[in-house]
């Protein structure tokens, strides 16, 4: 980490969770990372049930007494969030926080990582977690902060993907993306705290490709196929992007990349994946859709059944709870 134009130094240290572990040990931590030369710790990381006993309580006097420790200490602070493991009373009273296996079984609380970013119950206490720790710690006057806050903004460009309401969908051209992103772009340079952002962006030309690739058929191989022969290889990694290859390969096979990534289809053209069967049914997908032009949301299967026929293979959450 690179902290400012004025301290051009390499930052070294790493999570630092001192309320896991008696406090007579803390000095001693200090010693040790002094003499190891560690120069910033990454606190709050787990402390959620500590900070937050109950739904309307909230305590910070560990996490104060560490803050005191460290800069006392002279160490630097990246301050974490802790949302990265809910409490207990949560996952007991809002049992929707729990995040949900890729085969549909419900994980039981105790451990980390382990919360339903989609729950409404988890936005909303770690919302609320996460201003009250900016209000109680950022509150250093400009003169006394150590180096600014920066923020980073990142987007990428929106891909339609088989199996998806969205496979029917026309992606935007090379050109329609990178105009979007420069609107983006303009609004950060339009904010008063401009210098502060950074925005970034996932490739336009990488995406389109991945767009042909996501929704192509069985004359597209032999593109890949000319372009893995002219060195195209790892492509997602946008240093080993060999554009000129696939061009190449577009140009020699006669292939057009945006009929298969920038057309919109009709619903009763036929896919090639429709012979793949995902327990998600196609009358579904139109449905959702047909739904997603008219910008209607629909409830989360948390809140109601939509019968999207994932429950016909016998498995998972849903099917447990209405069988
Ligand atoms: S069958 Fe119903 S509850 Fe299950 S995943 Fe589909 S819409 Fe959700």
Request: glycine share 4%.
């Amino acid at each position: 980490m690179i902290e400012s134009k004025k301290v051009q130094k390499m930052l070294y240290g790493g999570d630092y969770n001192p309320e896991q572990w008696p406090e007579e040990i803390w000095e001693e931590d200090m010693r040790l990372f002094h003499k190891a030369h560690i120069d910033v710790v990454t606190l709050n990381v787990f402390s959620w049930a500590a900070l937050q006993p109950d739904e309307s309580t909230y305590d910070f006097s560990k996490l104060d007494k560490i803050m005191k420790l460290v800069k006392d200490n002279g160490l630097k602070v990246c301050m974490a969030t802790s949302t990265a493991a809910h409490p207990a009373w949560m996952a007991r009273k809002y049992p929707d926080v729990l995040r949900v296996e890729h085969n549909g079984m419900k994980r039981k609380f105790g451990a980390r990582h382990n919360s339903c970013p989609n729950s409404p119950n988890y936005r909303k206490y770690s919302a609320a977690l996460v201003e009250k720790i900016a209000e109680r710690y950022y509150e250093i006057p400009k003169d006394q902060r150590n180096g600014k806050c920066q923020i980073t903004a990142s987007s990428s460009f929106f891909i339609p993907k088989p199996f998806t309401p969205f496979q029917w969908a026309p992606m935007n051209t090379e050109r329609e993306f990178l105009d979007k992103a420069a609107i983006v772009k303009a609004e950060v340079r339009a904010q008063l705290n401009q210098k502060s952002i950074r925005y970034i962006y996932h490739e336009a030309d990488i995406s389109l490709l991945e767009g042909f690739l996501a929704r192509g058929d069985r004359k597209c191989a032999e593109v890949i196929e000319k372009a893995y022969r002219k060195g195209a290889i790892f492509d997602a990694w946008s240093e080993y992007f060999r554009k000129d290859a696939w061009e190449e390969a577009f140009a020699e096979t006669g292939i057009d990349v945006s009929f298969y990534a920038c057309r919109e289809r009709s619903t009763d053209e036929i896919l090639p994946w429709d012979f793949l069967d995902i327990g998600v049914t196609k009358k579904f997908l139109i449905r959702e859709w047909e739904r997603a032009q008219k910008e209607t949301v629909t409830p989360n299967c948390k809140m109601q059944c939509s019968g999207c026929g994932a429950k016909s293979f016998g498995g998972g959450v849903c099917y447990e709870n209405q069988n």
